[in-house]
């Protein structure tokens, strides 16, 4: 089933962000597959404290993965850490423009 998954990184600085995202890009390039495999989007947004993820999943497992082998480790490498994390399953999504036209 796709879920949802929200959490904080606080006390972190969006170049930390941007940092995070390009070492999770390289890591899944120098595996040879894509670094967020199973994720339809995630989107970064700062707020007063650090900044916030929203991303959709298609299972929670893949995201477990990823956080565990590739974001998790890319949060550490910087400092920081995902707290807060909740996950909620969907059941209903629209991405417009996905499916054509």
Not at 22 to 34: C, D, K, V, W
Not at 74 to 79: A, C, E, R
């Amino acid at each position: 089933m796709a879920v949802i998954v929200e959490f904080e990184v606080p006390e972190a600085t969006l170049e930390q962000a941007y940092a995070v995202e390009a070492l999770t890009r390289a890591r899944g390039e120098a595996a040879g597959r894509p670094p967020y495999v199973g994720c339809m989007f995630f989107a970064t947004m700062p707020t007063e404290t650090g900044f916030r993820c929203t991303s959709a999943w298609r299972t929670e497992s893949d995201f477990r993965a990823v956080m565990e082998t590739m974001l998790g480790p890319d949060l550490s490498s910087v400092g920081r850490a995902a707290v807060g994390i909740t996950v909620s399953p969907v059941v209903s999504m629209a991405i417009p423009g996905a499916h054509g036209p």
